[in-house]
């Protein structure tokens, strides 16, 4: 029923600890852990009532299955396809296409292949070389032959009637592209813990200008317009890119994903922002509860933060962006990748009639931080040492960044800040905040200012009016610290007052 397996360490045998510990390393999730729960292991119906009650009919469009992966863990990947067999209507489920980019895993060579052979509708293909993610999804969608294309990622769980919903919202419109509601399965117990279902605790898709996907809570104005409804779909500005549903049709029709993006990042703003520009609609469908393994750090750390996520990145805004790129390539600013020839992918656009960018932001998510408000921006750099202030950023988390002092690296990145013009001290949706009473960490921007706010002032002090307190850089250890305003030079800063272009 989703329940947590603790593993106490300490009662592990030796050979059981260094399993425990290589699975941890292999895939920073608890390996050992999933091993002891079944791969058909049953969850609780985590739909709201008034889901349960809809009936979608039987006419519905057929769906290919398509979960990729990269060495991933056994018992987690044949959890994914289980549950999908187990729980999608038969006659909806016309095949599961599963994509081995290139694993060197013993399990996942002839083992996995003589398992999946003994399964109904699921094949395996295998990509000749290490695709990334996006090719080896573009390898598993030329293989599927049903109206509709669900994408997995290889450490998921389908929920009670997740299929349906999606299909039927196709059916509508063959334009429209969902995402299902997505349980956070616990990474250490593999607890699939009990998911937002009211308009409240429900989130959707953001961004950051280093486009990187986040979650929002649901904009004020969508809450109005779904009038307290806990079934209707809910529109969504992007998706985090590794579990929707769209029509075989209209993937087509929008060029799929850019072929030369590589690895990881980027397709997922690509497609959410498209699937705007160009006539689509993306939807959070909160009837349909699919489950995902997240974790801390990434398995494949070492790729992503290297080349291809940022060439990816550089490719959608160069793409997609129009005169907004300005606000990517801020947040980066001496970066040099080549970014290779996106000719065809311009004329995709120009072909589709897209609407701008400018559209996209005024129509779908209003809501998002322009920097050109800001009143200054770049990096902090302390007048009393030769620091900056960093914060360090996981790209797959949302909840670890942290606050630091780095030397001045001049890369922007997590050094980028901009003092909006509401005088909050921000990187992307993240803010300084006093919560700490003492000392400054970052929480999600809330706008109300109070703890939120710092005054970049004439002397060179940053001022948190609501404690009355100044910024300081301490003698020792390593957290911002405030303290009473005084003339020491660790209260003084260095910010470039202009704001970004
Ligand atoms: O080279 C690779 N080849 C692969 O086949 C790298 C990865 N992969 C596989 C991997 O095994 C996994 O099944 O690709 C899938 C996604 O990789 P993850 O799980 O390491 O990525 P993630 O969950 O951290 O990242 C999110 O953002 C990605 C951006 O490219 C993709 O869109 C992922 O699908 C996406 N995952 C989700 O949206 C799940 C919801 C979590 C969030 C946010
Ligand atoms: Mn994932």
């Known amino acids: ?16 600890l260094s399993q425990y510990k290589y699975g941890q390393r292999k895939y920073e999730f608890n390996c050992y852990a999933s091993d002891m729960i079944s791969i058909h292991r049953t969850l609780p119906d985590f739909r709201a009532p008034e889901c349960k009650s809809l009936d979608y009919g039987d006419e519905l469009p057929r769906a290919c299955v398509i979960v990729i992966f990269h060495n991933e863990a056994w018992s987690v990947l044949l959890r994914t396809v289980h549950s999908v067999i187990d729980r ?35 094949s395996l293909i295998r990509a000749p070389v290490r695709s990334g993610l996006i090719r080896a999804r573009l390898i598993g969608f030329d293989k599927c032959t049903a109206e509709v294309a669900v994408f997995l990622d290889s450490h998921c769980e389908a929920t009670e009637g997740w299929l349906p919903p999606l299909l039927h919202r196709i059916k509508e419109n063959y334009t429209n592209v969902l995402v299902p509601i997505i349980g956070a399965i616990n990474y250490e117990t593999f607890e699939y813990p009990a998911p937002a279902t009211t308009l409240d605790t429900i989130s959707v898709g953001g ?4 486009l990187i996907f986040s979650f929002i809570s649901i904009p004020q104005r969508e809450r109005m317009r779904l009038n307290n409804a806990r079934h209707l779909p809910i529109r969504s500005a992007t998706m985090a890119g590794g579990l929707f549903a769209i029509s ?3 993937f087509l029709e929008l060029g799929k994903y850019d072929s030369e993006f590589d690895i990881w990042g980027g397709e997922n703003l690509e497609l959410s922002f498209k699937t705007w520009m160009c006539g689509g609609t993306l939807e959070t469908i909160p009837c349909s509860h699919v489950g995902h393994v997240f974790r801390v750090r990434s398995p494949m ?39 290779g020839d996106i000719s065809e992918r311009l004329a995709l656009r120009k072909n589709l009639h897209c609407k701008s960018f ?19 921006s770049g990096e902090i750099r302390s007048s009393a040492r030769p620091l900056c202030i960093d914060g360090e950023r996981r790209y797959f988390t949302d909840s670890e960044y942290k606050l630091k002092f780095h030397s001045c690296h001049n890369q922007g990145g997590n050094q980028y800040w901009i003092i909006s013009d509401n005088d909050e001290i921000r990187l992307s949706e ?11 960490s970052m929480y999600r921007c809330h706008g109300g200012k109070h703890r939120q706010e710092f005054l970049y002032r004439e002397d060179d002090s940053i001022y948190n009016p609501d404690s009355g ?9 390593s957290v911002l610290i405030l303290a009473d305003c005084t003339d020491t030079s660790r209260q003084k800063w260095i910010i470039n007052r202009k704001p970004p272009k």
């Open 1 to 16: 029923m989703g329940r947590p397996v603790y593993i106490n360490t300490s009662t592990l045998s030796k050979e059981q």
């Open 88 to 122: 999608s209507p038969p006659q909806h489920l016309k095949e599961i296409v599963l994509v081995d980019d290139f694993s060197s895993l013993e399990h996942l060579k002839q083992p996995l292949q003589e398992y999946v052979d003994k399964l109904d509708k699921v």
């Open 207 to 210: 961004f950051h200008w280093n």
């Open 248 to 250: 075989s049709k209209f």
């Open 301 to 339: 750390t070492r790729v992503k933060t290297a080349h291809p996520v940022i060439r990816n990145m550089k490719r959608v805004a160069e793409v997609w962006l129009d005169e907004f790129k300005e606000y990517f390539n801020a947040t980066n600013p001496h970066d040099k990748t080549d970014i």
């Open 358 to 376: 400018k559209w996209y932001l005024q129509n779908v998510y209003p809501e998002v931080f322009l920097p050109g408000k800001a009143k200054a």
């Open 430 to 440: 993240w803010c300084w905040d006093t919560y700490g009473r003492l000392a400054i």
């Open 469 to 477: 307190k100044c910024v300081e850089l301490p003698e020792t250890g």
